[in-house]
Antibody, heavy 116, light 107 residues
């Protein structure tokens, strides 16, 4: 079964850091671009970042550029999102997704809450 | 940044009716537009990619059309499970922006 499972969410204070992980299974992880997408409470979807197959090509939303870093370990079938200098407005459910012609496989999401 | 504007914000229809959802881009995205469905408490699901291609397992009642700046998602005859929020997203230019969503609710 093709599957993505996120982990690493939680409660963090403003200015803090968190690393999210996304474990892929059931497909050849190293063949695909991967994404992070977030959804603030009661709001729509927001694209966060994308990464190509070997990790050499990265793109970020302006709102997270310089604070978040997307990376991957193809040997472990893992996608990461390192989040630094977190702000209240980063509070959201974070989804990882596989990129094909669209985002055709999604994880169940992990919740990040930034609050003092 | 390409802005995607979805209309209407909310669409109230009954099962069996036809639904037409619109997504307009602030500049051409060619055919690089996808549609997603999201139900409460669930992850989004890919319905349509590259404007008119149905994703794997998506029923034929869902269809997409358009190119350039104007796109439409049509649900030919609504089933009870189709009431959800629908988003469009472009992958023509970075950042890969989403529209703000259309909520399809039961009338």
């Amino acid at each position: 079964e093709v599957q993505l499972v996120e982990s690493g969410g939680g409660l963090v204070q403003p200015g803090g850091s968190l690393r999210l992980s996304c474990a892929a299974s059931g497909f050849t992880f190293s063949n695909y671009w991967m994404s992070w997408v977030r959804q603030a409470p009661g709001k729509g979807l927001g694209w966060v970042a994308n990464l190509n197959q070997d990790g050499s090509d990265k793109y970020y939303a302006d709102s997270v550029k310089g604070r978040f870093t997307i990376s991957r370990d193809n040997g472990k079938n893992l996608l990461y999102l390192q989040m630094n200098s977190l702000r209240a407005e980063d509070t959201a459910v974070y989804y990882c997704a596989r990129d094909r012609d669209g985002k055709d496989v999604w994880g169940q999401g992990t919740t990040v809450t930034v609050s003092s | 940044e390409i802005v995607l504007t979805q209309s209407p914000a909310t669409l109230s229809l009954s099962p069996g009716e036809r639904a037409t959802l619109s997504c307009r881009a602030s500049q051409s995205v060619s055919s690089y537009l996808a549609w997603y469905q999201q139900k409460p408490g669930q992850a989004p699901r890919l319905l349509i990619y590259d404007a008119y291609n149905r994703a794997t397992g998506i029923p034929a009642r869902f269809s997409g059309s358009g190119s350039g700046t104007d796109f439409t998602l049509t649900i030919s005859s609504l089933e009870p499970e189709d009431f959800a929020v629908y988003y469009c997203q472009q992958r023509s230019n970075w950042p890969h922006t989403f529209g703000q969503g259309t909520k399809l609710e039961i009338k």
